[in-house]
């Protein structure tokens, strides 16, 4: 089994939702990275923290960012997750379980880029197909569009940027200039989505920086949104080619 093969496995039946957004079995994911590599291996990393001790997360301002590394067909991929609570927001000063539980989610995110489920974290409904007369186009998208293969690069860009963009100091939440450059840099890159789709995922991927954005800067906030709903409707307006 390669990666090709992982893209067009269909996680559906083994997902859940929660406050809107979508949860893949940790298990059922691990049990099917075994069957794809049997010698797959994943990896928590740890920081050292002011008593000369190691924990399995990073501290960011009294809240937790958990990293893990998933090596597959000898390839490590690696993500990043906070440990949030049931809103979706980080938890300052986090429990065990709470971190355990991000670190699990944050190990299914990590094999999803070595293509199992990889679909449902870009926004679609199912995953790849090989049928030789389906159109050059990716599974349905929300609100009903589609996402043509050739985006994909454009949104990894478009992601890359962005980051790079909103990288901040550490107090950052208290910057008037730093959540503008964050806002400025969003509406920037809007330009380079050309689908409904590809706008959709574009936002989910800032979510709780937005999030955060609305609650302390929300003049800012709205000019983003208004940005986004303007080219929502001009892409909805568009035929599909």
């Not at 390839?75 to 979706?88: A, G, H, W």
């Not at 955060?212 to 568009?238: A, N």
């Amino acid at each position: 089994m390669s990666p090709h093969d992982l893209l067009k496995i269909n996680v559906n039946d083994h997902t859940e939702k929660k406050n809107g957004l979508t949860y893949l079995s940790w298990a059922w994911a691990w049990a099917e990275v075994l069957k794809a590599d049997p010698a797959a291996t994943f990896e928590v990393q740890t920081f050292d923290n002011d008593k000369m001790t190691t924990m399995p997360y990073m501290d960011v301002n009294g809240t937790a960012l958990v990293w893990v590394t998933v090596t597959m067909f000898g390839k490590p991929m690696t993500c990043m997750l906070p440990v949030m609570d049931y809103r979706n927001k980080p938890i300052l000063n986090p429990d065990a379980f709470a971190v355990n539980t991000a670190i699990m989610r944050c190990m299914t995110k990590a094999v999803a880029l070595h293509g199992l489920g990889l679909y449902i974290y870009a926004g679609e409904d199912l995953p790849e197909s090989d049928e030789k007369d389906a159109p050059s186009t990716q599974a349905k998208a929300p609100m009903g569009e589609l996402t043509r293969k050739e985006d994909g690069p454009k949104y990894d860009k478009i992601l890359t940027k962005t980051a790079n963009k909103s990288a901040q100091p550490k107090d950052w939440d208290n910057s008037d200039a730093s959540r503008k450059l964050f806002a400025d840099g969003m509406i920037e890159w809007t330009t380079h989505c050309t689908t409904v789709a590809g706008l959709n995922s574009y936002w989910k991927s800032n979510e709780l920086q937005l999030d955060s954005l609305k609650e302390t800067h929300p003049t800012l906030y709205e000019g983003v949104l208004k940005r986004f709903k303007e080219l929502k409707q001009q892409l909805s307006e568009k035929p599909n080619e």
